[in-house]
């Protein structure tokens, strides 16, 4: 599917971007990947480890809509990941959040359409779904946007839809690092933030895979949720330091005991597939089917019951500490 496409990646910097990068190179032979991000020093130490011919480097920020535009000429699909992600700097800065999660969604989607992008996935996060914080806001604010995109698109042939997950396996500003960096400056405990605390599990290689499927999948307008396991947050710290005390110092401003991926509310507009989850848009597009029992690949899911919410806590999926510690390992490699 992307052979001799172009493909462009906001935040692609970042530990998604580098993963998708690395997977397109060894599974595709794409005409152009495009990295679009703001920080040149991330983008230099990139280009050490990604420099194929086909790799095109743009210093630009998604708040900038006409650089945007330049960058997307000639592109046929694009990953939105750019995105300001750390609760409490979001919650001390919400108006920065919003001007890059919120303004920078509405400019990506005027640039795809304003240059024929074919489609467009946009990442979003558990944190969207009946969101207590100013990031998770923002990100539903995205979320709705690129949904409701396609009810706009007029003649242009462009597809949006968005992928959601929740924490990411090791990836940066994850609890992973957080927790090893206590066990390597020889903390003598591993502080934990609420002893009830869940949280859902995915490896940074099953999100790249996840969304490069949905490209495959997708009509537009869908939100893909992934069926992963959860983990205990007290277990996590048990796989990774067994010998080390637990001492609870408190959640962080906006932070939730528990994630949800398919909240209560949707229940109407949300269909299991076999290894995913579809949350259908609540609005009616005008131009073609809302049939959305059936995809793009002729996979067909069935609707939930009334009520059913996709969460960390009543997940029927758990690992245990032993099954933490393996599953870490393989996301690391």
């Given at each position: 599917?992307?052979?001799?496409?172009?493909?462009?990646?906001?935040?692609?910097?970042?530990?998604?971007?580098?993963?998708?990068?690395?997977?397109?190179?060894?599974?595709?032979?794409?005409?152009?990947?495009?990295i679009?991000?703001?920080?040149?020093l991330?983008?230099?130490?990139?280009?050490?480890?990604?420099?194929?011919?086909?790799?095109?480097?743009?210093?630009?920020?998604?708040?900038?809509?006409?650089?945007?535009?330049?960058?997307?000429?000639?592109?046929?699909?694009?990953?939105?990941?750019?995105?300001?992600?750390?609760?409490?700097?979001?919650?001390?800065?919400?108006?920065?959040?919003?001007?890059?999660?919120?303004?920078?969604?509405?400019?990506?989607i005027?640039a795809?359409?304003?240059?024929?992008?074919?489609?467009?996935?946009?990442?979003?996060?558990?944190?969207?779904?009946?969101?207590?914080?100013?990031?998770?806001?923002?990100?539903?604010?995205?979320?709705?946007?690129?949904?409701?995109?396609?009810?706009?698109?007029?003649?242009?042939?462009?597809?949006?839809?968005?992928?959601?997950?929740?924490?990411?396996?090791?990836?940066?500003?994850?609890?992973?690092?957080?927790?090893?960096?206590?066990?390597?400056?020889?903390?003598?405990?591993?502080?934990?933030?609420?002893?009830?605390?869940?949280?859902?599990?995915?490896?940074?290689?099953?999100?790249?895979?996840?969304?490069?499927?949905?490209?495959?999948?997708?009509?537009?307008?869908?939100?893909?949720?992934?069926?992963?396991?959860?983990?205990?947050?007290?277990?996590?710290?048990?796989?990774?330091?067994?010998?080390?005390?637990?001492?609870?110092?408190?959640?962080?401003?906006?932070?939730?005991?528990h994630?949800?991926?398919?909240?209560?509310?949707?229940?109407l507009?949300?269909?299991?597939?076999?290894?995913?989850?579809v949350?259908?848009?609540?609005?009616?597009?005008?131009?073609?089917?809302?049939?959305?029992?059936?995809?793009?690949?002729?996979?067909?899911?069935?609707?939930?019951?009334?009520?059913?919410?996709?969460?960390?806590?009543?997940?029927e999926?758990?690992?245990?500490?032993?099954?933490i510690?393996?599953?870490?390992?393989?996301?690391?490699?």
């Open positions: 599917m992307f052979d001799n496409k172009s493909i462009l990646i906001t935040g692609g910097t970042g530990s998604f971007g580098k993963k998708y990068v690395g997977t397109l190179l060894k599974h595709y032979k794409p005409k152009k990947i495009i679009y991000s703001r920080d040149e991330k983008q230099f130490e990139m280009q050490q480890e990604y420099d194929a011919p086909c790799m095109r480097y743009f210093i630009g920020d998604v708040r900038d809509k006409e650089r945007l535009r330049k960058a997307m000429r000639g592109v046929d699909f694009v990953i939105h990941a750019a995105a300001l992600k750390q609760v409490p700097a979001a919650e001390y800065n919400p108006m920065e959040c919003i001007k890059t999660n919120i303004n920078g969604a509405e400019n990506v005027d795809a359409l304003d240059n024929d992008v074919e489609k467009v996935i946009a990442l979003s996060t558990d944190k969207a779904a009946s969101p207590i914080n100013l990031y998770g806001a923002t990100k539903l604010a995205s979320d709705k946007l690129f949904v409701a995109a396609n009810n706009i698109s007029g003649g242009h042939k462009t597809l949006f839809s968005v992928v959601r997950y929740g924490n990411v396996v090791c990836s940066r500003g994850s609890v992973v690092p957080v927790f090893q960096k206590f066990i390597d400056q020889g903390y003598d405990h591993i502080p934990i933030t609420h002893e009830e605390m869940t949280r859902f599990w995915i490896s940074l290689q099953q999100g790249v895979d996840f969304v490069l499927k949905n490209f495959e999948r997708m009509q537009g307008g869908e939100i893909f949720v992934p069926k992963i396991p959860s983990i205990k947050i007290t277990d996590l710290a048990t796989a990774m330091a067994p010998n080390l005390e637990q001492k609870v110092v408190g959640i962080r401003p906006g932070e939730k005991i994630e949800v991926m398919c909240p209560a509310e949707l229940s507009d949300t269909y299991e597939y076999d290894d995913h989850f949350i259908a848009p609540g609005i009616k597009f005008f131009s073609r089917s809302n049939d959305f029992t059936i995809n793009a690949l002729g996979e067909r899911g069935s609707a939930v019951e009334y009520g059913f919410e996709y969460n960390s806590f009543n997940n999926h758990y690992l245990t500490p032993e099954e510690t393996e599953f870490n390992k393989k996301a690391m490699l």
